[in-house]
């Protein structure tokens, strides 16, 4: 504040300087649009399908090129295409995906017996290890930090698929752990808000 009085001309009134100061501080204010829609759509059909055990992968997630595919041009795009558009989807979030999709079928047996479970951040932890040797503990959770990993890099890709500043990080994985937990199948164990364990 000293070194803007120096610098404000004589004549002006010597609450000035505070005015000023304080408009300068309401600029730096700035309102940053999270695309909450977006990013819960993406979360829900990213979930669902790897938790989906079998069956074709939903059309949204394929990256077909116009023209191709033997569609006719004039009869205009096929809903697909349509989906496609307002999809949050690139090659890295679809390898990511399908990383996380196939590690789910090794920890399927995981969820059913209690071993791990699903944290209130969306991501997996070693809950129980009674009746696992040493090497059977180790396997399982080499799994499950690859895949907290997976789930890391995933959010981060979304936000760079959707232009979301790198603070806002959280609030993609605060989605994403509401699908986690929400879709969880019924036998599983999952940590509420306040860090309580339940089996669906």
Same mark, same amino acid.
């Given at each position: 504040?000293?070194?803007?009085?120096?610098?404000?001309?004589?004549?002006?009134? =010597?609450?000035?300087?505070?005015?000023?100061?304080?408009?300068?501080? /309401?600029?730096?204010?700035?309102?940053?649009? #999270?695309?909450? @829609?977006?990013?819960?759509?993406?979360?829900?059909?990213?979930?669902?399908?790897?938790?989906?055990?079998?069956?074709?992968? =939903? $059309?949204?997630?394929?990256?077909?090129? =116009?023209?191709?595919?033997?569609?006719?041009?004039?009869?205009?795009?096929?809903?697909?295409?349509?989906?496609?558009?307002?999809?949050?989807?690139?090659?890295?979030?679809? /390898?990511?995906?399908?990383?996380? @999709?196939?590690?789910?079928?090794?920890?399927?047996?995981?969820?059913?017996?209690? $071993?791990?479970?699903?944290?209130?951040?969306?991501?997996?932890?070693?809950?129980?290890?009674?009746?696992?040797?040493?090497?059977?503990?180790?396997?399982?959770?080499?799994?499950?930090?690859?895949?907290?990993?997976?789930?890391?890099?995933?959010? @981060?890709?979304?936000?760079?698929?959707?232009?979301?500043?790198?603070?806002?990080?959280?609030?993609?994985?605060?989605? #994403?752990?509401?699908?986690?937990?929400?879709?969880?199948?019924?036998?599983?164990?999952?940590?509420?808000? @306040?860090?309580?364990?339940?089996?669906?």
């Amino acid at each position: 504040m000293g070194s803007l009085r120096k610098l404000w001309p004589p004549n002006l009134p =010597p609450l000035a300087p505070l005015t000023v100061a304080a408009f300068l501080a /309401a600029c730096v204010t700035v309102n940053i649009y #999270f695309p909450a @829609a977006k990013v819960e759509e993406a979360a829900k059909q990213i979930v669902e399908e790897v938790y989906q055990e079998k069956g074709e992968r =939903p $059309q949204t997630f394929r990256d077909p090129s =116009p023209g191709t595919g033997g569609w006719p041009a004039w009869l205009g795009p096929r809903e697909a295409h349509a989906q496609e558009a307002a999809t949050v989807s690139n090659a890295a979030i679809r /390898a990511l995906k399908d990383q996380i @999709a196939q590690r789910h079928g090794q920890l399927a047996p995981h969820y059913a017996q209690g $071993q791990i479970g699903i944290d209130r951040e969306g991501y997996l932890q070693v809950r129980d290890t009674a009746g696992l040797g040493l090497s059977e503990v180790a396997s399982l959770k080499r799994l499950v930090e690859a895949d907290n990993t997976a789930r890391r890099q995933l959010y @981060a890709e979304v936000a760079r698929a959707l232009n979301i500043e790198p603070q806002q990080v959280g609030q993609i994985q605060e989605i #994403f752990a509401r699908e986690w937990r929400d879709k969880a199948q019924a036998g599983w164990w999952v940590q509420d808000d @306040a860090g309580v364990w339940n089996q669906r």
